[in-house]
């Protein structure tokens, strides 16, 4: 038995579907931001990803989640180091080079977070 409603389709806003693309919003191309994304055409987008979201996703600049996930630190640890805004891949390679003591700390902070999820996981 088939129902006789069209099957409706659902979308998203284009900051819903940057976030869960990984990129930054403002970095997409003006139709991307300009329109309204089907769980369909994000699929696409995540299983053919175009030119310009491989290059975001490449050189960036990357959204905080990224930026956090790439130094192995939290979203809170990135802030209380002082970075607030998006980041390139190179400049955020040039952090892990330089290694400043706030990101030794909320590597060794996050690190125990882990530690602790993953211990009482096994509780």
């Not at 403002?26 to 089907?38: K, L, M, N, R």
């Not at 030119?51 to 790439?70: E, M, S, T």
Request: no cysteine; proline share 8%; charged share 25%.
């Amino acid at each position: 038995m088939s129902s006789s409603k069209p099957k409706t389709i659902q979308t998203m806003k284009p900051a819903t579907a940057a976030k869960k693309l990984g990129v930054l919003l403002s970095a997409t191309p003006a139709e991307f931001q300009a329109g309204v994304v089907s769980r369909d055409e994000l699929n696409e987008l995540q299983s053919k990803p175009p030119a310009w979201l491989l290059d975001l996703r490449r050189n960036g600049p990357h959204p905080k989640q990224v930026i956090a996930a790439k130094l192995r630190i939290s979203i809170s640890g990135l802030i209380r180091g002082g970075i607030t805004g998006p980041l390139t891949t190179a400049e955020i390679e040039a952090l892990k080079a330089e290694n400043p003591p706030w990101l030794e700390h909320e590597r060794s902070v996050q690190a125990e977070v882990r530690k602790e999820a993953l211990r009482l996981k096994q509780r």
